[in-house]
């Protein structure tokens, strides 16, 4: 008699625990799929900024040289020789280009990190024009192809000394440093890290000192 009272009280509390248990475990699917969908966002969204900047990074200069060039073609008679020489005046278009194409990264969802793998190294071309002034030669001693090669790979070894001097490589670092921070924005806006080389970069001069190329 006591149990058939006490029922309808026994269906009361099993039909709250059932709905406690369809609200807990709701309540635990509709957070975890938020959570999933919001790192799905923040993962599309960083990959969207890293395509954005998957670019040619290209920095021009200018520079000139004068050249002087001398050959000698010796004689068996003492005092006798075969001379060559020309005044050569260079002037060269010089790019400094990153491949951000090249770039690789992993992305850490679990920890919100990612790490930059590979910064695609400088490229430097040289495109010299060349033009020859007060050329004198002898006919036993005649400027060949190999003088003009020669002449060429000297000139090209001056530019690139004159470009280590200049400030063309620390502004092409610059431009890629400026395609860099767009990744370092997006991910400190979702609250991510960015890592290279195992170190944080928190900004861009944490990314000035740290990337070395």
Known sequence: ????????????????????????????????????????????????????????????GHFSEVLTYKDQKK???????????????????????????????????????????NIPNEEIKIYPELKYYDTESSRFNEFTASDYNKIAKTAKANIAQKIEKSTLKSNAKNRLLSELSKILIVTKSMGWKLEYEGQVMENETDMNQKIKL
């Open 1 to 60: 008699m006591a149990f058939t009272t006490n029922l309808p009280e026994i269906r009361k509390w099993i039909t709250i625990l059932l709905f406690a248990l369809v609200l807990f475990f709701g309540y635990n699917y509709f957070t975890k799929s938020n959570d999933n969908s919001s790192i799905e966002y923040d993962t599309a969204l960083i990959q969207s900024q890293i395509k954005n900047v998957a670019k040619l990074v290209v920095t021009e």
């Open 75 to 117: 004689t068996y008679i003492p005092g006798l020789s075969f001379d060559k020489k020309a005044l050569v005046v260079i002037n060269a278009e010089v790019t400094v280009a990153f491949d951000m194409s090249k770039l690789t990264y992993d992305i850490d969802t679990e920890n919100k990190v990612l790490t930059l793998t």
